[in-house]
C-alpha cells in the first residue's frame, strides 16, 4: 500500500521554480530518500509534503487522502511527523520533557481534564511516562534523561528530536538532513536508529546530503535537481545514472567515495 | 516538575518549602498593623494576576501589555454586581470570570494571529482602550470618579469585615491560583503551552494547534486577572480607573521578570518584593526611588531567571545518573 503519494507538485517563487512537477510514491514501511545537489528543491519539497506551506500545484496524499493545502498541525496529526534540518527542541525543557511532549497527537485532555485529573488522565499520564522510558532506551539518551535538551552535544540534540518525533506514533517519519553537522560516530549512531524505527514498520522518508548515509540506508531514492527529478530508483540504479553523476560530480566521478 | 517520579525532596523544594513560605509572611502580616496587613494584601493579589500572567508570557512565551484590561473588567464586574445591584460578592467574582474568559476568546481570536511586537502592541492597545472605556462610560463606571461602596469579600451573610480575615482568604485564594496553575502545567495541555514557548515549528510538528492552544493560555490568564481584579475592588472598597491603568502593567512585569518568569513560584515572590520594597525603603526619602531602581536592576543582573531561580545555589541531591551525564556532555 502507498503510504505517501506526490503528484505533480509544482512550487513558484515569483519566476523562480523551486519544484517542477515532482511526482512519487512512497509504500508503506519503506525507507526512502530525496538528495540533490543544495539549492535543488528538497527542503520546499519538505515543506510542501509536511504542509509547512502550499503547493503552486499539484497534490499530496497521505494515506490515499489529499492532505495538501491542510494546516501542518492537521497535517502531523494524520501521523505524517517531521524534524527539521535546524533542530527545533525545546531547549529550556529536559530531554524527558522534550519527548512527553511528542505525544500531544495520541493522547487527549484539555484544561478540565487537567484540573480534575480523573483516572484515565492519570493512566494516560503514567503510560506516557512508561513509553517515554521506552523511548529513552531506544534512542540510548537515558543517561540525560534528566539535562536540559540545550546542553546536549549536537549528534544526539539530532537523536532526541527523532524520539520526539517517535513520541507521536508516526505512520510516515520525515527527517529534513538528520546528519547534516554529525560526525561519523554520531551519524553511524542516527543511522542505527532510524533503520531500527523503520524495521518496526514506519515508512521513513529523508532529505539528505550525506551520500553515504543515503546509500547504506535507503531502499528508494529520489534525486531531484534543479527542481526536477532527475532520476527515482535503488542505490544500485542511482550510483550508475548517469544525470546523477552528472549532477553532482559533474560526469568526472563515480558516486562511490 | 518534569520527570514523573517526584522524589521527596522535589517535593519539598517545590511545594513544603514555598507553601511554607506563604504562610510565614502571612503570619508576619496578621501580626502586624493595618497598613503592612494591605500591603501584603495587594501582593497575594498581584500574586493572583502574575500567576495568570505567567500562563500566557511564561510558560507560553508571548507577551501580553493588556492584561490589565481582564483585571478591569473583574474589578468593575464585582464592583458594579456587588454595589449597585447586591449581588453576592463570590456570585459577582464567578461572572465576572467568566465574562473575562468570554470576551478574552473573542478579542483574543483575532488579535492572537498576531506575532512579536505585533502582538505586544496590539495588547497594549487593549489595555487602553478598556482604559478609555472605563472613564468614558460614566452611567456605569462614574468616570474618574470611580465606583466605592463596594462591599467586602463574603458569602450570604458572613462578611469579612477585618482586613486580616480577607487576608487571610486573598491569601488561600493566592494558593488555590498557584495549585491550579501547577496542575495545568503538569498536563498535556501544559506541555503544549511550553512546546509553544520552545518552537512554534517544532510544535506544528508534533500536531499541536498553536493558534488554539495560544488562545486558551489567553483566556486562562484573562480569568486570573478578572479574580485578581474583583478581589481588589473588595478589598479596598474603591475602584477607579488609574487602579487598572498602564501602572499596573509595568508593575506585573516587573513581578514576573524580577521573580521568575515561567516558574511556579517566581510570580508570588516578585509580588511580594515589588510590593514590599518602596516601603522598606521609605526611610530614604528623596533617595528611595534611586535605591529602587538600583536594588531592581541588580537583582536583574546577579539573578538574570528571576528570584526563584536563585534556588539552584542550594545544594540539590543528585542521582548517579544526572552526575554520569554532565560528565560525558
Known amino acids: 500500500m502507498t503510504v505517501l503519494s506526490v503528484k505533480d507538485v509544482t512550487v513558484r517563487f515569483g519566476g523562480l521554480v523551486a519544484n517542477d512537477a515532482i511526482s512519487f510514491d512512497v509504500s508503506e514501511g519503506m525507507l526512502a530518500a530525496v538528495i540533490g545537489p543544495n539549492g535543488a528543491g528538497k527542503t520546499t519539497l519538505f515543506n510542501v509534503i509536511s504542509g509547512a506551506m502550499a503547493p503552486t500545484s499539484g497534490t499530496v496524499r497521505f494515506n490515499g487522502e489529499v492532505i495538501t493545502g491542510l494546516p501542518q498541525y492537521e497535517v502531523s496529526q494524520k501521523g505524517l511527523v517531521r524534524t527539521y534540518q535546524l533542530v527545533q527542541l525545546f531547549k529550556d525543557l529536559s530531554v524527558r520533557a522534550n519527548i512527553m511532549t511528542g505525544f500531544h497527537r495520541v493522547t487527549k485532555g484539555g484544561v478540565l481534564a487537567a484540573l480534575l485529573r480523573p483516572r484515565w488522565f492519570k493512566e494516560q499520564e503514567a503510560r506516557i511516562a512508561a513509553r517515554t522510558e521506552e523511548l529513552l532506551d531506544f534512542v540510548g539518551l537515558r543517561a540525560v534523561a534528566d539535562m536540559e535538551a540545550d546542553k546536549l552535544p549536537y549528534g544526539q540534540q539530532r537523536l532526541l528530536e527523532v524520539a520526539r518525533a517517535l513520541a507521536a506514533e508516526p505512520r510516515l517519519l520525515l527527517l529534513d538532513e538528520p546528519a547534516a553537522g554529525l560526525n561519523m560516530q554520531e551519524t553511524a549512531a542516527l543511522a542505527d536508529v532510524i533503520q531500527r524505527v523503520n524495521s518496526q514498520g514506519v515508512a521513513v522518508v529523508l532529505v539528505e546530503h550525506d551520500m553515504q548515509l543515503v546509500m547504506q540506508i535507503a531502499q528508494k531514492i529520489v534525486v531531484i535537481d534543479f527542481g526536477r527529478k532527475i532520476a527515482e530508483g535503488d542505490p544500485a540504479q542511482i550510483k550508475a545514472h548517469p544525470e546523477v553523476i552528472a549532477a553532482y560530480l559533474g560526469g568526472t566521478e563515480g558516486l562511490d567515495d | ?329
Open chain 2, 1 to 329: 516538575m518534569t520527570s514523573p517520579n517526584i522524589t521527596s525532596t522535589d517535593s519539598m523544594r517545590h511545594v513544603v518549602i514555598p507553601v511554607a513560605a506563604v504562610l510565614a509572611v502571612l503570619g508576619i502580616a496578621l501580626s502586624s498593623s493595618g497598613y503592612v496587613v494591605t500591603l501584603i494584601g495587594f501582593a497575594a493579589i498581584y500574586g493572583v494576576f502574575c500567576t495568570g500572567l505567567n500562563f500566557f508570557m511564561g510558560y507560553t512565551g508571548q507577551a501580553s501589555f493588556g492584561q490589565n484590561a481582564f483585571a478591569a473588567l473583574g474589578g468593575y464586574g464585582s464592583a458594579i454586581l456587588t454595589a449597585n445591584y447586591y449581588w453576592d460578592p463570590v456570585l459577582a467574582l464567578l461572572v465576572s470570570m467568566v465574562l473575562s474568559g468570554v470576551i478574552a476568546a473573542a478579542v483574543g481570536y483575532p488579535t492572537l494571529r498576531l506575532r512579536g511586537h505585533y502582538l505586544a502592541m496590539a495588547t497594549f492597545a487593549l489595555g487602553l482602550i478598556t482604559y478609555e472605556i472605563s472613564i468614558e462610560w460614566n452611567s456605569l463606571t462614574q468616570g474618574y470618579m470611580g465606583l466605592s461602596g463596594i462591599p467586602p469579600l463574603g458569602i450570604g451573610k458572613y462578611e469579612l469585615v477585618s482586613e486580616k480575615h480577607q487576608l487571610v482568604v486573598l491569601t488561600l485564594v493566592m494558593l488555590v491560583g498557584v495549585w491550579v496553575s501547577v496542575r495545568l502545567r503538569d498536563s498535556r495541555f501544559g506541555r503544549a503551552l511550553r512546546a509553544i514557548a520552545g518552537s512554534e515549528a517544532a510544535a506544528n510538528a508534533l500536531g499541536i494547534n498553536v493558534a488554539r492552544y495560544k488562545l486558551a493560555a489567553f483566556v486562562v490568564a484573562a480569568v486570573y486577572a478578572s479574580v485578581a481584579g474583583s478581589l481588589f475592588a473588595h478589598f479596598v472598597g474603591f475602584i477607579s480607573p488609574e487602579v487598572f491603568g498602564a501602572s499596573m502593567v509595568i508593575l506585573s512585569f516587573t513581578m514576573l521578570y524580577l521573580g521568575g518568569v515561567g516558574t511556579t513560584w517566581g510570580p508570588i515572590i516578585g509580588a511580594l518584593i515589588v510590593s514590599l520594597l518602596p516601603e522598606v525603603l521609605r526611610g530614604l526619602k528623596e533617595m528611595q526611588d534611586v535605591v529602587y531602581s538600583v536594588v531592581l536592576i541588580a537583582i536583574l543582573i546577579f539573578a538574570p531567571r528571576g528570584l526563584s531561580g536563585l534556588s539552584v545555589l542550594f545544594p540539590r541531591k543528585q542521582t548517579g545518573q544526572t552526575k554520569q551525564a554532565e560528565k560525558n556532555a
